[in-house]
């Protein structure tokens, strides 16, 4: 993770309010208005008490009190106005940052998600997003609303002297800026800690809930919920540092807004002692300042859940600066499937050598089948030629063209790849196959379920193609996904198929009505088989053996 410094985090996500820029501007002079309505409704109060007592006044004491009842309505109606305009900023922000984070997400898929925790990146994209609505909402408009705020206050109190202006404005920095930096820095670390703590919690309770099933059958139940409470424990260790430096900073503000008061009284009743200001310039300078300090507090409260909201913006941007292994390719001429050809591939992940100097050659409408041992590489060159990753050495080609040198979206119409783990969305069978081709018909949906053998076992459902498949998928077997993963790959209609061991989890019958239907498409589609089993190998024209690497 790139630790990125508070002013950087908050200058990159100030950056993307730009759209919205006439929204916040009215955010901060509504805001600006309520909290000035808010001061003034005690200065006028001491006005009025000026005017009883038989000082000279701008208004009189029934225009007084109209203008404290007047600010008072208006205070409300402005604070609504400014609340409105934020949170309408905020969740319209959210959203934009949600699409930019799922555009990152396929951007880096498959090649840089590959081992990436799942349930850390479910808290990025839910709660780590979420969090920034404070920032949003309650961070900058609030920062220049107290910069306004206080220029304007200042200017009023220095009318009466120019000390007071300057103590007013020592006092506004000291609760709005010293208060909350002293704050972030006694947080260090905490909120960064926090959201990867809970990043690795929510990872770790997604795959305890995967994984139930075999905690019961080996009874390890007890020990799982140990672990949870320890990571649960040490991740409210966490929530409970940055509630204390919370509290502190509160109380420390308090403190410190109660000596700055008397402060002010103190200076000015000195300098009405010598004369400078009179009985005025005592008591409005004081009231002034003792009812103004709202958006220095506002400010200073932010010191510890700043510390929480750089955090997540922070793994926010980091996915969203992520660069991909993989770039996009768009511009070039489409073409058309005449072939595949692997030339002298050497391929490395993680620092080991998957595949050196591999070739094979794949005619336009064969099937060729690969074999070889788990981890000797079968899988990885499918990805090549899907281009997951790219070749460092070598060449991967269709139609004699580079797939390096091919629209993506190209490329992807003339492929399709199935894996052994077949993914089912929570939704309907139709709609499951329906991503293959979006607008296929019922009629090339049920044509394509024959063809991989399953279309009898979805009739008995209740509901037919309608059925739900549940979460995951976990509804169905091993077996009834994986026909299901074939049935998109029939219904895409890509010349060019990929078929990671398509049959492992099928029984004999099903295999053979299987491998019919692709011997049948052998006219229309070229196929490259991957497979242990022997018997899948029968209708490959011709089969290449991967071992340590290495073809033959």
Not at 128 to 137: H, I, N, P, S
Not at 161 to 172: I, S
Not at 444 to 457: G, L, T
Request: with cysteine; aromatic share 6%.
């Amino acid at each position: 993770m790139k630790r990125r410094s508070g002013f950087a985090v908050m200058a990159r996500l100030i950056g993307l309010v730009k759209p919205l820029a006439g929204f916040m501007a009215l955010a901060v002079l509504t805001g600006l208005a309520g909290h000035l309505c808010a001061a003034f409704i005690t200065i006028f109060g001491g006005y009025a008490a000026l005017s009883i007592l038989g000082f000279d006044t701008p208004l009189g004491l029934t225009g007084l009190f109209v203008c404290l009842g007047l600010f008072a309505l208006l205070r409300g109606v402005l604070r609504y106005a400014e609340q409105a305009c934020n949170h309408f900023i905020a969740f319209k922000l959210l959203a934009l940052i949600r699409d930019k984070v799922f555009r990152a997400l396929r951007r880096l898929c498959p090649a840089k998600l590959e081992g990436r925790d799942r349930g850390d990146l479910i808290s990025v994209i839910t709660s780590d997003v979420e969090l920034l609505e404070v920032f949003y909402a309650h961070t900058i408009s609030p920062i220049a609303i107290a910069a306004l705020f206080t220029l304007i206050l200042c200017l009023f109190i220095g009318s009466f002297h120019w000390a007071l202006g300057l103590l007013a404005l020592a006092a506004y920095l000291t609760v709005g800026v010293v208060v909350p930096l002293v704050t972030s820095r006694l947080s260090g670390d905490a909120g960064l800690s926090f959201r990867t703590k809970s990043g690795e919690l929510s990872a770790f309770v997604l795959d305890s809930l995967r994984g139930l099933p075999e905690t019961i059958q080996y009874g390890r139940g007890r020990q799982r919920l140990e672990e949870m409470n320890t990571r649960t424990d040490a991740l409210s260790s966490y929530e409970a540092r940055m509630k204390r430096t919370a509290g502190r900073s509160l109380a420390s503000a308090n403190t410190v807004i109660l000596a700055l008061d008397l402060a002010m009284l103190f200076a000015s009743a000195r300098l009405c002692q010598a004369g400078a200001v009179g009985f005025e310039g005592v008591l409005l300078p004081t009231v002034a300042l003792m009812s103004s300090f709202g958006p220095c507090i506002a400010l200073a409260n932010l010191g510890s859940t700043l510390q929480s909201t750089f955090a997540a913006g922070n793994r926010v941007l980091d996915i969203l600066d992520e660069t991909p292994v993989v770039s996009k390719v768009t511009g070039r001429p489409a073409i058309s499937f005449t072939g595949a050809e692997v030339r002298d591939v050497t391929f490395s992940y993680g620092g080991k050598t998957i595949l050196d100097g591999v070739s094979l050659d794949v005619p336009q409408n064969s099937v060729v089948g690969i074999v070889g041992r788990s981890g000797s590489g079968k899988s990885t060159l499918l990805k090549l030629l899907m281009r997951f990753w790219e070749v460092r050495k070598g060449a991967v080609k269709l139609s004699g063209t580079n797939v390096s040198q091919i629209n993506t979206a190209n490329l992807r119409d003339m492929e399709s790849f199935v894996t052994q783990d077949t993914h089912l969305f929570h939704d309907s069978i139709k709609n499951n196959l329906r991503i293959a081709k979006l607008d296929a018909t019922d009629e090339e949906i049920v044509a394509a379920c024959k063809k991989a053998s399953v279309h009898d076992f979805i009739m008995t459902l209740p509901q037919g193609y309608d059925t739900s498949v549940g979460e995951l998928g976990g509804t169905l077997s091993g077996g009834e996904r994986q026909r299901l993963g074939l049935a998109r790959a029939f219904l895409h209609g890509a010349p060019l198929m990929l078929l990671d061991e398509p049959t492992s989890n099928l029984d004999s019958l099903n295999e053979a009505v299987i491998l019919r239907s692709l011997g049948e498409e052998r006219e229309d589609r070229t196929v490259i088989l991957v497979s242990h089993r022997q018997s899948t190998m029968r209708i490959a024209q011709r089969v290449y053996s991967v071992e340590n690497g290495e073809i033959s």
